[in-house]
T-cell receptor, first 114, second 114 residues
Framework: NAGVTQTPKFRILKIGQSMTLQCTQD?????MYWYRQDPGMGLKLIYY???????DKGEVPNGYNVSRSTTEDFPLRLELAAPSQTSVYFC?????????????FGDGTRLSIL | ELKVEQNPLFLSMQEGKNYTIYCNYS?????LYWYRQDPGKSLESLFV?????AVKQEGRLMASLDTKARLSTLHITAAVHDLSATYFC??????????????FGKGTHLIIQP
């Protein structure tokens, strides 16, 4: 199993450009999440989804949008890139309901905005 | 707002020594996770602690949870160089399924020297 797959792995954007970070999982997990990790810091939740068609804001949603049209995919959209969005972005998924399973993380997308 | 504090944030220790990393959190939660992150890599799940008094061990690492004190510990026994990494604790705000995402500590950067 591939688990959680993120693309691209690296990207450099100019200020004001837009892009979509892709995330797909093959574990049939209902819950999916987007986090960002700034240098030397822990992860902060951007958006999450409890199933197809349902999304909600996390701690730091400003400047981002998400959609969840299928169980497998949870893309993150940056509309007008700003230097403050330079970060490493991690997508994660977890099983439905009360579970003793941890969240499973992708390898991350390293994004620089110049 | 849930706050998760780890200490120390940086730890340099010698091989063969024992040490403990502490994780305090500010609101009631009965699920706590420990993750490991190597430089430039994703997060690897180490432990899932689901109830008060939970203790789990894997190799030289042992984690415990005291929900009344809102404290988790990660104990390292007879450290070896391969355990050098950054260790994060994370708390699930709601116990009903992990839907709302995790709140992470800032991480403990651990260096184990020969």
């Amino acid at each position: 199993n591939a688990g959680v797959t993120q693309t691209p792995k690296f990207r450099i954007l100019k200020i004001g450009q837009s892009m979509t970070l892709q995330c797909t999982q093959d574990m049939n997990h209902n819950y999916m999440y987007w986090y960002r990790q700034d240098p030397g810091m822990g992860l902060k939740l951007i958006y999450y989804s409890v199933g197809a068609g349902i999304t909600d804001k996390g701690e730091v949603p400003n400047g981002y949008n998400v959609s969840r049209s299928t169980t497998e995919d949870f893309p993150l959209r940056l509309e007008l890139a700003a230097p403050s969005q330079t970060s490493v972005y991690f997508c994660a998924s977890s099983p439905y309901g009360y579970s003793n399973q941890p969240q499973h993380f992708g390898d991350g997308t390293r994004l620089s905005i110049l | 707002e849930l706050k998760v504090e780890q200490n120390p944030l940086f730890l340099s220790m010698q091989e063969g020594k024992n040490y403990t990393i502490y994780c305090n959190y500010s609101t009631t939660s009965d699920r706590l996770y420990w993750y490991r992150q190597d430089p430039g890599k994703s997060l690897e799940s180490l432990f899932v602690l689901l109830s008060n008094g939970a203790v789990k061990q894997e190799g030289r690492l042992m984690a415990s949870l005291d929900t009344k004190a809102r404290l988790s510990t990660l104990h390292i026994t007879a450290a070896v160089h391969d355990l050098s990494a950054t260790y994060f604790c994370a708390v699930d705000l709601h116990s009903g399924g992990g839907a709302d995402g995790l709140t992470f500590g800032k991480g403990t950067h651990l260096i184990i020297q020969p």
